[in-house]
């Protein structure tokens, strides 16, 4: 079956810094891609998708690519800030109604 | 204000007594569905509705139950709670299909859920 696999968390870094929260998934056919944001006591929230190979989603100054020949969606942010700490997580959804999660990477960002 | 709300959001119960977790949305929406999260795996769908009077099996239903007589509302049964099923259980929404690629899902804050 379908499955997303994401990096350990907790990822911890000082404001600015660089962010790279690594997913690799497998999947049959063509699925969609998604990040989604869950900050402290709240719902998850859609951060970015793709729909295809090649495909860049951003929003908020984050970003990932859809790289089909590396199954990968890795999600990065130029410079972080305190406000991004929260849990991400990595979904694709290959057109069931069933959506395939990752289990969840803790961001922590130092002033 | 549009939202999918969950009560309660914090509970801890017994093994065996029966517990509702109740969900409402008020966009609405016609799919619904369950999840629960655990550490190191992730969230898993437990059950969804397409519409009222429809409901399916997600990936780990057993020991569940749904039911959906109102639009807006879509509660999670455990008939006799085990320790097992200590979670933290998102309800979620969207207008449609459900399908993430094309139908935005909205999510509940959560209910953490304690069975001892």
């Known amino acids: 079956g379908d499955s997303v696999t994401q990096m350990e968390g907790p990822v911890t870094l000082s404001e600015e810094a660089f962010l790279t929260i690594n997913c690799t998934y497998t999947?049959?056919?063509?699925?969609?891609l998604f990040w989604y944001v869950q900050y402290p006591g709240e719902g998850l929230q859609l951060l970015l998708k793709?729909?295809?190979?090649?495909d860049k989603g951003s929003n908020k100054g984050f970003e990932a690519t859809y790289r089909k020949e590396t199954t990968s969606f890795h999600l990065e942010k130029g410079s972080v800030q305190v406000s991004d700490s929260a849990v991400y997580f990595c979904?694709?959804?290959?057109?069931?109604?069933?959506?395939?999660f990752g289990r969840g990477t803790s961001l922590i960002v130092h002033p | 204000e549009a939202q999918v709300t969950q009560n309660p959001r914090y509970l801890i119960t017994v093994t065996g007594k029966k517990l509702t977790v109740t969900c409402s949305q008020n966009?609405?929406?016609?799919?619904m569905s369950w999840y629960r999260q655990d550490p190191g795996l992730g969230l898993r769908q437990i059950y969804y509705?397409?519409?009222?009077?429809?409901?399916d099996k997600g990936d780990v239903p057993e020991g569940y139950k749904v039911s959906r007589k109102e639009k807006r509302n879509f509660p999670l049964i455990l008939e006799s709670p085990s320790p097992n099923q200590t979670s933290l259980y998102f309800c979620?929404?969207?207008?449609?299909?459900?399908?993430?690629?094309?139908?935005?899902?909205?999510f509940g804050p959560g209910t953490r859920l304690t069975v001892l």
């Open positions: 509705s397409m519409n009222v009077e429809v409901t």
């Open positions: 979620a929404s969207s207008l449609s299909t459900g399908y993430l690629d094309t139908d935005t899902q909205y």
């Open positions: 979904a694709l959804s290959g057109g069931s109604y069933i959506p395939t």
């Open positions: 999947a049959t056919g063509y699925p969609s």
């Open positions: 793709a729909t295809k190979a090649d």
């Open positions: 966009m609405n929406h016609e799919y």
